[in-house]
């Protein structure tokens, strides 16, 4: 890290190897954990959160196409890897590179049909979301094309729920978990033997562990993002006031002339915008800033490299330290604002940001 970095994510390994103790002690021993780290962990750093992963036990890691795959490998990832959207055109580097796949429609599979490398594959079923996977009626069809094709090593069936965290639609989860079951029960007396399986996510297993199966795949929970009073919240991101100014009343403040001073006021200059992750729905005083453990709110329109809080009943200099989240307004707050969800949030933010990771 350049120690002149300005805005910083900070990391702290330590509240995640608890959260990952949480989900242990909410499951069976035999269950096996798939820590989800796609999207650079989620804004967090693939590479630093997936060894520390590693090193916790974990059993496999699931990313989202091969080229996260092919980046945590090269940093010297031993443990199961696997892509959950493979796509037709990597072949060789998954071959290449050890790593597994999901494979959810039959071009995918007749694909590493045809091709005769050996290959770790997962099989994934749509139990109601309409997004990816095969249905209940491709199963005769899979097994029929996996045993005219031994170079393919079946690991597990999956799937993906769509609303584990909304207990209003509990029902409806609970219903695409009976279904998976049904899926699973139809799949091992077919295959003749019983296959691993896991659909349960990080609120999955907050809310309907019963159902655990094989294994599941945490991903939101390990970062603290999911509603249990035991999950911590792992990073802070902060920054510091670059500048100072004194506004008069009806003075305008940002693009566009949108906010006006309704009084003499005093802002500050903060070295973070929406190219940061900083939401542009934030502005105008729908987002807020913490300074010296008081709350600011943000004037005008965040740009694209900053923003400007209010800090006329602070006492504030030019370099303190600002949190745009952390210990005081969590990720869920800051979320709820404008409407979306945590994962939003954590994901798009910058990869300019100085990641710095801690005990």
Not at 30 to 36: D, E, F
Not at 67 to 84: D, N, P, Q, W, Y
Not at 271 to 279: E, I, Q, R, S, T
């Amino acid at each position: 890290m350049n120690s002149a970095s300005e805005t910083i994510l900070h990391i702290d390994l330590k509240k995640l190897e608890k959260n990952l103790e949480f989900f242990k002690r909410n499951l069976k021993p035999t269950t096996r954990i798939i820590a989800v780290v796609k999207a650079f962990a989620y804004g967090h750093g693939d590479i630093e959160v997936s060894k520390r992963l590693e090193g916790l036990g974990v059993y496999a890691l699931w990313v989202s196409d091969f080229e996260e795959g092919v980046v945590l490998r090269k940093s010297g990832i031993k443990i199961k890897i696997i892509v959950a959207n493979p796509g037709v055109k990597s072949y060789n580097h998954i071959i290449q590179n050890n790593l597994d796949v999901v494979l959810y429609n039959h071009k995918l599979l007749d694909l590493y049909c045809t091709n005769k490398k050996k290959t770790n594959i997962h099989i994934k079923f749509d139990t109601g979301m309409n997004r990816y996977g095969f249905k209940n009626n491709d199963i005769a069809k899979i097994i029929t094309k996996l045993r005219a094709n031994k170079h393919l090593k079946l690991h597990s069936i999956c799937s993906h729920l769509a609303a584990s965290e909304d207990k209003n639609k509990k029902r409806k989860t609970l219903n695409q978990i009976t279904q998976f079951k049904l899926i699973g029960k139809q799949f091992d007396s077919i295959l003749g033997k019983t296959v691993n399986k896991h659909i349960l996510n990080s609120n999955g297993v907050i809310n309907f562990n019963e159902h655990q199966m094989g294994g599941v795949r945490i991903g939101i929970g390990l970062l603290g993002a999911a509603k249990h009073k035991e999950l911590t919240q792992i990073s802070s991101l902060v920054s510091v006031i670059t500048q100072i100014k004194s506004i008069k009343k009806d003075e305008a403040i940002g693009y566009g002339f949108s906010f006006a001073a309704k009084k003499d006021m005093i802002i500050a200059v903060i070295p973070v915008g929406y190219a940061d992750g900083l939401n542009r729905q934030l502005s105008n005083g729908n987002g807020h800033v913490y300074i010296n453990n008081n709350k600011c709110n943000i004037v005008g329109k965040i740009s694209m490299d900053s923003c400007m809080v209010d800090v006329s009943n602070v006492k504030a200099n030019e370099g303190d330290r600002v949190e745009i989240f952390g210990p005081n307004l969590s990720v869920f707050e800051i979320a709820d604002k404008i409407n979306t969800i945590p994962y939003e949030i954590y994901s798009t933010l910058n990869r300019r940001i100085k990641r710095v990771y801690s005990d």
